[in-house]
């Protein structure tokens, strides 16, 4: 975010200081504003923070490489006559105050054509993450990185916590309780006056309840079918014992009552054939037995 533009031309440097927020990876581009003259031949550009240079260019023909760190580029639009650096792959430690400097040597005398000051202020990337304490309850893990005297809070879905927990120094843990089966949003809140806005991260308490890959949801939910199952297993088996129950009651005979087998050895009988063991051995029919129930 950049927060004011200040220009430098003529003779005058720069008082005053452009402020730019990055986030740490990224880039950020410092333009070197100046006065263009016509009776410039020899010019020099520095990028240098308070104590050390970081790049230089000498500008005769074309501008050509004096100095420079792997991570800053020279932007040169030559039609224009534009300079900017670009600083690339920003981290914590890059956090500065930045002095772009373009200064004619010759014709003589010298003259600062012009000075740029921008603030970088890198800001740090916040890690929230589930780990374990020795005893294998879960907590939650939040780190910053480089400041101190920062102002952390938790927060349980929208509600800030006022429970204790462990000192902040770069980073901050919060035991959670025994596992249920809701989810949980949890939030690290992280602010500092170097910052322009306080730095949030989020994370679902499921995430830290995981048991080998399997969240309890998932858990709680193969048992719960697990259990249906049984239950259809179960009514499945009482209907068929009661369905047997009601077959062999109904085979059983009244007291007194004699059964004509018919129906059991008709259709056998008519195709059985009786064999004699004595003579020639033919086959001799058999035909169907009845036996009539006796009178009472």
């Known amino acids: 975010m950049l927060l004011s533009s200040v220009f430098a031309f003529g003779n005058a440097a720069a ?17 070197c504003n100046y006065r263009r003259t016509n009776d410039t031949e020899i010019m020099t550009v520095n990028l240098q923070t308070l104590n050390h240079t970081l790049c230089s260019y000498l500008h005769v023909d074309s501008l050509r490489k004096q100095d420079c760190k792997d991570n800053i580029r020279l932007i040169w639009i030559k039609e224009i006559m534009e300079i900017s650096f670009e600083l690339l792959n920003l981290q914590n430690q890059d956090t500065g105050t930045y002095t772009c400097t373009v200064k004619r040597i010759a014709k003589p005398p010298e003259e600062d054509l012009g000075v740029e000051r921008v603030q970088v202020i890198v800001r ?29 809070l938790w927060i349980k879905d929208g509600d800030v916590l006022n429970s204790s927990h462990k000192s902040f120094n770069g980073s901050s843990y919060l035991e959670l309780p025994p596992h249920t089966i809701s989810d949980t949003i949890y939030s690290c809140w992280v602010n500092h006056s170097s910052l322009n806005q306080p730095l949030v991260g989020n994370l679902s308490s499921s995430v830290c309840y995981e048991r080998g890959g399997v969240t309890v949801k998932v ?34 005979p009244p007291v007194g009552m004699s059964v004509t087998p018919e129906s059991f050895l008709h259709d056998h009988l008519h195709s059985e054939a009786l064999y004699s063991t004595l003579g020639d051995h033919h086959a001799v029919p058999c035909s169907p037995v009845r036996v009539h129930s006796s009178p009472q």
Do not use: D
Request: net charge positive; charged share 10%.
């Open 124 to 152: 740090p990337v916040l890690s929230l993450s589930c780990e374990k304490w020795p005893n294998g309850s879960p907590m939650l893990v939040c780190s910053v990185g480089f400041y101190h005297s920062l102002e952390q």
């Open 15 to 31: 008082n005053n200081t452009t402020t730019l927020f990055v986030n740490r990876g990224q880039s950020a581009k410092i333009t």
């Open 219 to 252: 858990v709680f939910i193969i048992s719960s079918v697990l259990a249906v199952f049984l239950i259809i297993a179960f009514m499945f088996i009482a209907v068929m014992c009661k369905c047997y129950r009601r077959a062999r009651s109904q085979s059983v």
